[in-house]
């Protein structure tokens, strides 16, 4: 599947998905700051020119109960400076490699699930992740059928799962405090299964549910 442009990526595909959802009754909060405090909007200025290059995947599917998911992963405690956090599952583009590529394998790698090239939809706007010096291409999957998971426990502690509909549902959304190097601040975050879900993988969740929100 040849993927969008840059200038059209942000429509067609969200229009296919959103018929193909059902989203029409669909609303989404209207989150100003999905960054937290003191990113000063960096993840969506230009990367640094020594930026690394990194790409994951949003698979959306139906559970057991028909409803549409998004699987999450909890990072092992072996994966430094995210050691612990929830993402979605992606990695480091390796040589030769495009982003596609990179989102297919790790989803595959970190979770024992390979998702086909047709499955992929399109592309969200990339994201910058200034505490690891990456810049993330993220990638929008649909399947109709249920998948049997299987993660590294090497990277992987273990699998949540995001209702799509508890995205959209702005009771889910709180802030918290975080204290990096003795700097406090306050940050948004989606509360999934007791878990808090806030950073990067928060803004590309948003903007997931932003553009099945805008597509008329």
Known sequence: MRLPTKKTRTQPWIRALQETLGTSEMTFPKLRHSAPNLSYGRHKAPSYPRARQAANLILIYPNEQGNWTIPLMIRAETEGIHAGEIALPGGRCEPGESAQQTALREFCEETGHQVSVPAVLGELPPTNVWASNHQVRTFVALERSLPVWSPDPCEVAGL??????????????????????????????????????????LRMLVELGEALTSAK
């Open 160 to 201: 949540i799962f995001l209702p799509l509909s508890h995205l959209m549902d702005p009771r889910n959304f709180g802030m918290h405090q975080v204290t990096r190097r003795r700097v406090q601040f306050s940050a948004l975050h989606l509360n999934v299964d007791g878990h808090r879900v806030w950073g990067a993988t």
